[in-house]
């Protein structure tokens, strides 16, 4: 697992606020299939319930104090390799991307220090956010984090095709 949420650490209120923003991701994710039979509208509404969990939970998020006008002072999160999906990965595929081995995701822009194809930016990417209180949980995972997506594959695989690990393009 390269690249999922962290929910660890989290205390009192802020545990709980996250902790209904993950159910209510589940469940956006399990009947995404109800956005309609055509794929496209599927993975759109995917991409949009990724997008909203993290308007809600970026508030309570250690990237909360790290992110400015340009982007996170580190970016750590994004020196791996992002999970993908077989749909995921040809589009990724069709992008132009870094080549060299600085560590970061050759999307990664080394200059702005942020995605640099954020719009799109697969699922695992848009539901990372490093929710304890500690640097170290921008880059690993504990074990609820990776229950939360263990839980959330069987289902994305339904609309985004079977998981593919990190991506290796
Ligand atoms: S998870 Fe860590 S490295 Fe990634 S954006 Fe948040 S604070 Fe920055
Ligand atoms: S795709 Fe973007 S957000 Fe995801 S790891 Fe790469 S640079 Fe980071």
Redesign the pocket.
């Known amino acids: 697992m390269s690249r999922i949420i962290s929910i660890a650490g989290a205390a009192g209120d802020r545990d709980e606020a996250v902790a209904r923003e993950v159910e209510k991701l589940k469940r956006r994710v399990i009947w995404s299939e109800r956005a309609g039979g055509d794929s496209w509208r599927q993975i759109s509404f995917l991409y949009r319930a990724a997008d909203r969990f993290g308007s809600r939970v970026f508030g309570h ?3 909360r104090g ?2 400015g006008d340009k982007g ?1 002072s ?5 020196r791996c390799r992002p999970d993908v999906f077989a749909y995921e990965q040809k589009v990724l595929d069709l992008l132009p991307k870094r080549q060299g081995a600085s560590g970061y995701c050759p999307f990664f822009n080394l200059v702005r220090k942020n995605c640099g194809i954020y719009g799109v930016r697969p699922f695992g990417c848009r539901i ?3 929710l304890a209180s500690s ?1 170290y949980y ?1 880059c690993n995972p504990n074990d609820t984090t990776l229950q939360l997506f263990d839980n959330l594959k069987p289902h994305l695989e339904r609309i985004l095709g079977a998981y593919q690990g990190g991506y290796g393009g």
């Open positions: 998020s250690f990237c790290e992110i996170c580190t970016g750590s999160c994004c990372y956010f490093n640097a921008c």
